[in-house]
């Protein structure tokens, strides 16, 4: 990836992960998942438009926040990979394992959540590279 724009390494990691995560949640529903839980207006379901932008939304957010920052602070690709990943496995203890999901709709949730910890490192580590200036690019 580290001769691809910034741009295309957002869009592959976003649309990676959403390819990814739907491929989850459809093992979970043939699995016998219902997604369906208890909220404060009644049931709900988590349906594969909920998992796609669950997946892509704070991706492409917190992806595009590195691309811009990063050129011009380089620690923010370090933070990065350590605040990424922390989020996605913090958002299960937040987000999935406290619901009335049944068990096999929360493992599924929660793997979804875990599939973005590669995605999130491999896509900052490559807007890193790509952010970085090149040697020749200087004596240019």
Do not use: Q
């Not at 923010?76 to 990979?81: K, M, W, Y």
């Not at 922390?86 to 493992?107: F, G, Q, R």
Request: contains cysteine; positive net charge.
């Amino acid at each position: 990836m580290a001769d691809r724009s910034r741009a295309t390494i957002i869009a592959l990691a976003t649309v990676g992960a959403v390819v990814v995560n739907l491929i989850v949640y459809a093992i979970g529903r043939a699995a016998g998942g219902t997604f369906r839980l208890t909220t404060a207006g009644g049931t709900a379901e988590v349906n594969a438009v909920t998992v796609a932008a669950f997946s892509a939304l704070p991706l492409l957010v917190g992806l595009t926040a590195v691309a811009l920052l990063a050129p011009r602070f380089g620690w923010v690709v370090r933070v990065a990979s350590i605040v990424g990943p922390a989020l996605a496995v913090l958002t299960i203890a937040t987000m999935t394992l406290p619901t009335d999901l049944d068990a096999t709709s929360k493992t599924t949730l929660a793997l979804c959540h875990l599939t973005l910890v590669p995605i999130i490192l491999v896509a900052v580590a490559a807007l890193g590279r790509r952010s970085r200036v090149a040697p020749d690019a200087v004596a240019a």
